[in-house]
């Protein structure tokens, strides 16, 4: 019954995001937000990294995962988890959101293998050009969204390098730098 609230509360707020859709290149992309979670710190860190080397300006917001005890203050990532949510539903506190609102991103890239409601919800409400991510569920979060990674032996961590690097893959093959987007499927 909650997640029914929970996905009424996601299509109403990509309804109310009134963003202009178009598909950029690697070469047009100068702003970047980084959503995941911070088991994937590491893998995550390295593809910022590599985005930041391309001259890209990044944010990055993770969820911090129960029982992660890592401490994040020296990086440049601001950590969101059920502690600093405004409700016990999962949706990020008014001043993460208003920080949020009040940027403009070329882009937000979701690097999370799993649903995970306090980053959607993110992702609902940011203002970007385009988003992009791994196809989980039946809401429209994203213009263009890898539909499968192949099957790995290894943790999630290696499912989520491949799913940068897919994204990387296709930021870069996008032809032209600007692209309406045509029938995103929006509600």
Not at 15 to 28: D, G, I, Q, S
Not at 61 to 90: L, M, P, Q, V
Not at 130 to 139: A, D, F, P, Q
Request: hydrophobic letters at 35%; aromatic letters at 12%.
């Amino acid at each position: 019954m909650f997640d029914f609230f929970k996905k009424r509360k996601l299509k109403s707020q990509l309804k109310k995001n009134n963003r202009k859709h178009a598909f950029l290149n690697m070469e047009a992309i100068r702003t970047v937000l980084v959503l995941f979670e911070t088991s994937d710190y590491e893998v995550v860190d390295s593809f910022v990294e590599k985005l930041l080397e391309m001259g890209k300006s990044v944010d990055g917001y993770a969820f911090r995962i129960k029982d992660d005890i890592f401490d994040y203050s020296e990086t440049n990532y601001t950590i969101i988890s059920s502690k600093e949510n405004s409700e016990k539903s999962g949706i990020p506190d008014e001043k993460t959101l208003k920080q949020l609102k009040s940027q403009h991103y070329d882009v937000v890239i979701d690097l999370t293998i799993k649903e995970n409601y306090s980053l959607q919800y993110i992702l609902a409400v940011v203002n970007a050009t385009m988003t992009v991510g791994l196809k989980k569920g039946k809401l429209p979060f994203y213009d263009f969204s890898i539909s499968k990674l192949p099957k790995t032996k290894d943790s999630e961590n290696s499912q989520v390098g491949e799913l940068a690097k897919s994204i990387a893959f296709y930021l870069k093959t996008i032809k032209g730098t600007r692209c309406k987007v045509q029938g995103t499927g929006f509600l």
